[in-house]
């Protein structure tokens, strides 16, 4: 695979987002920019205004929808908040908006909003396969079991990335790293870059364990 000069993450942000799985994979992007300073990562929300994350966590996004940044991958994640992405018109006619050959990637429960589109109709899908408190009790259900009712038309895989060609999705709250890792890979960046972005952020380790666990459906 060539590298693509310049690859853009663009990060979706909304209300109640789950902090680990929007900032994983913004982070590996970071650290791999002190590599090849041509990678660019940013935050995209609905409106130019502070976006309240899990925890009170504010951040202030880059992009609203309005401003249409050019990007190679949009990713979705997940967190409370997604209950209420699954419905948000908006983010859906911005998703549709964009072009066939940036990649609609998600992290844990981000495959919801992707499964209530349809746009996994017929593809394998992952979502979070531990559940919390509330999920595991007789009031929830565990989020890798929703996505099953929520997009009844998919596939529904356990591993931790699924990459489907256009639509790749993470499951698991810390997922994020290895979608951040696997996007370089898609990238077109050799795994000496990507075992040396893993090794600079002491993550090798953990790395060298969840590199294989990745199905791949690509044309």
Not at 27 to 44: I, K, T, W, Y
Not at 73 to 95: D, K, V, Y
């Amino acid at each position: 695979m060539n590298k693509k000069s310049g690859f853009r993450l663009g990060v979706y942000v909304f209300k109640d987002a789950e902090i680990v799985d929007y900032a994983a994979p913004y982070g590996v992007f970071s650290v791999a920019r002190r590599l090849d300073p041509e990678l660019d990562a940013f935050l995209v929300a609905d409106a130019m205004r502070p976006v309240q994350t899990q925890a009170g966590l504010t951040v202030l996004p880059n992009y609203g929808f309005r401003d249409a940044p050019d990007m190679d991958a949009f990713l979705i994640p997940g967190g409370f908040g997604t209950r209420q992405e699954m419905h948000n018109r908006s983010l859906h006619r911005f998703i549709e908006s964009l072009p066939e050959s940036c990649l609609l990637t998600s992290v844990c429960t981000g495959s919801w909003v992707y499964g209530r589109m349809g746009l996994l109709d017929g593809l394998a899908a992952t979502n979070r396969k531990e559940p919390d408190r509330l999920e595991a009790s007789g009031m929830g259900k565990v989020p890798i079991d929703r996505l099953a009712e929520i997009a009844p038309a998919a596939r529904i895989s356990r591993a931790r990335v699924v990459d489907c060609g256009r639509i790749i999705t993470a499951g698991g709250i810390a997922s994020g790293m290895e979608m951040g890792f696997h996007l370089l890979r898609r990238a077109g960046y050799g795994e000496d870059f990507i075992t040396e972005v893993a090794r600079v952020m002491e993550y090798h380790a953990a790395y060298q364990v969840y590199r294989g666990d990745i199905e791949l459906h690509q044309a």
